[in-house]
């Protein structure tokens, strides 16, 4: 894969993944042409479409459609259900995923992403898998920020690092 693009029926760009190397200029430009190329489209229309030297492949879910470029001799059919896969995990972590949860948490949906997809391949099939490692990396969080508040409002006079509270030390 490419890149994946996740965008609103206005065509609002709510998440972009790039796996190869391109300037700035050149991912608006990419951008702003496809986001026109694939809203311009029918819902009737297939979800695959040839643009320039990569195929690419889309679904619209709600008020939002992702967007894959994949290669030439990549198949069209499994980068529709990596897509599907990824939306089954934002629903099963959000719980019924909308586009405001997409808005207000971009980072979880890139970390979802990134725990799902590594370089533009299937990194993790199974969602089971994909959902606990995020579920560990939130209560990580969570210990972290329960220890650095803790030490903030400590009146200690020797602070302890966050190693050293949970016994790592």
């Given at each position: ?89 934002l629903d099963k972590y959000f719980g019924s ?73």
């Open positions: 894969m490419q890149f994946m693009l996740l965008f609103s029926r206005q065509g609002k760009l709510r998440l972009q993944k790039w796996y190869v190397p391109l300037s700035d200029k050149e991912k608006k430009k990419i951008t702003r042409e496809l986001v026109q190329t694939v809203l311009a489209r029918k819902p009737k229309m297939c979800s695959f479409l040839e643009w320039r030297d990569l195929k690419i492949v889309y679904k619209r879910y709600a008020s939002l459609y992702f967007c894959c470029a994949i290669e030439d001799q990549d198949n069209e059919l499994i980068t529709l259900e990596i897509i599907h896969r990824y939306v089954e995990l995923v909308c586009e405001l949860d997409i808005i207000f948490n971009f980072e979880k949906a890139y970390f979802i992403l990134d725990e799902f997809l590594l370089g533009g391949e299937v990194q993790e099939t199974s969602k089971k898998n994909v959902l606990k490692a995020i579920e560990q990396a939130d209560l990580l969080q969570e210990i972290l920020e329960f220890f650095f508040l803790k030490n903030v409002f400590q009146e200690a006079e020797t602070p302890r690092s966050v190693l050293e509270e949970i016994g790592l030390t």
